[in-house]
């Protein structure tokens, strides 16, 4: 067994000469545990760099897409609607009239003596306004008088006979029936007396009724006769009006106050009267009581007010308006929504609702209009985000970003709804 190098012996092509020896060339030999780990080196770095070369491409996908998506939404203008918190000016229609009117009659046949006072007098409760001259009630109550004496003398001879039987009843001299019909006697005759007292007391309280006297404090207001004329007892067309006389301080007015307003309106509530006559001046009125029932068929409430008129500037019978300032605290008060958020559509008066991103679409029953705003009576609540501007390309479950609207000129705002260019 050789342990030198191999010789291998060679003939030149050229010369044909002798064999020569040469070197025999190979590989040099590498250990096992060299080639493990540089291979483990090599597959762990084509891992890594596919695992990047992923992610990144991922990434780039995603910011893509988000990018599409932030430039492909819708952005809106937004307002927050709140219930109105302002108190709200009610003016209504109202008759001034007198607290108390009455018209005075005679209570007596006869004819007008005289009359004491005349229209625009102010009179006191109790005061002797006028006379009536009643000659023949007079003459009636002198005959009833007479017959009043008539019936005592009567009376006084019935009693001593009634008294005088009775002693002979009981010494048996007359009989039992005579003595009883001598007390009947007696008792009719007390029975005459005080039926002509009754008389004469009626007829002088009619003869009292000869002065027509005031009720209560207050002015007349009208004078129906003359000195002279003819008055007939009684009321109504069956009477003679004798005077109008009407209570001016204070006075009352009555209006009908709708029902929405109606839960505000309470006693002890300030407003103010308004008169034509008197322009840049109003009168403190005060409301005592109300119907308390909604008229079924004006669906109104009758309000009463008392205003004060010392001076008596106010007039029994005068037009004016009452003015009420109301202040919602039973949190019925409308919702203002701003006039630019408004749109008439086939379906009606509409407002464009954001709600958890998307849009709505919806009906509303609109109040009294304030120019820049107007009442939303049903269909919004309040803190709900409404549109301002709304354009027609914006769609029922539409999903948009919302930007608050500017509130510089918001009637003057571009379209709230304009996609972002992609």
Do not use: C
């Amino acid at each position: 067994m050789s342990t030198g190098p191999e010789t291998i012996t060679a003939r030149n092509p050229k010369t044909g000469g002798s064999k020569v020896p040469a070197p025999r060339l190979h590989a040099p030999e590498r250990p096992l545990a060299v080639l493990g780990p540089l291979l483990l080196v090599t597959v762990v770095a084509m891992a890594v760099l596919l695992t990047l070369g992923i992610w990144m491409h991922m990434s780039r996908t995603s910011a893509e897409e988000q990018f599409a998506q932030a430039n492909a939404e819708t952005v809106v203008n937004v307002q927050t609607v709140h219930r109105s918190q302002k108190p709200v000016d009610l003016v209504l229609p109202g008759s001034v009239q007198a607290f108390q009117a009455t018209t005075l009659y005679a209570r007596s046949n006869g004819f007008l003596g005289q009359w004491l006072v005349d229209i625009g007098d102010n009179v006191t409760k109790g005061q002797t306004l006028a006379t009536i001259e009643t000659p023949d009630l007079d003459q009636q109550l002198r005959q009833a008088q007479s017959t009043l004496n008539q019936a005592k003398a009567n009376l006084g001879i019935a009693k001593l006979t009634a008294e005088r039987w009775q002693q002979l009843f009981i010494q048996k001299v007359v009989s039992a029936q005579d003595n009883d019909q001598q007390q009947a006697a007696y008792k009719a005759a007390a029975a005459a007396q005080a039926a002509a007292e009754a008389n004469v007391e009626q007829l002088q309280q009619l003869v009292g009724f000869n002065q027509i006297v005031a009720p209560f404090d207050g002015r007349i207001t009208y004078r129906y006769l003359d000195v002279g004329a003819l008055v007939s007892a009684g009321s109504g067309a069956a009477g003679t009006a004798i005077y109008d006389l009407a209570q001016t301080d204070p006075l009352r007015i009555y209006v009908y106050v709708p029902q929405s307003n109606a839960p505000m309106i309470h006693a002890g509530l300030r407003a103010r009267l308004l008169v034509r006559e008197y322009r840049g001046r109003d009168f403190e009125a005060t409301v005592t009581r109300t119907a308390g029932a909604i008229d079924p068929v004006s669906r109104t409430l009758l309000t009463e007010l008392q205003i004060p008129n010392k001076e008596g500037t106010l007039f029994a019978g005068m037009y004016g308006e009452i003015e009420f300032t109301l202040q919602d605290t039973a949190m019925t008060a409308p919702v203002m929504v701003p006039a630019n958020a408004f749109i008439f559509r086939t379906e009606g008066p509409q407002v464009v609702v954001v709600r958890d991103g998307k849009i709505h679409w919806q009906t509303i029953e609109v109040g009294r209009d304030f120019g820049t705003e107007l009442q939303a009576l049903s269909g919004l609540e309040d803190g709900d985000q409404v549109v301002a501007n709304p354009s027609d390309n914006l769609e029922e479950g539409m999903a948009v970003k919302t930007q608050p609207a500017p509130t510089d000129n918001p009637a003057a705002a571009q379209p709230a709804a304009s996609p972002k260019a992609s």
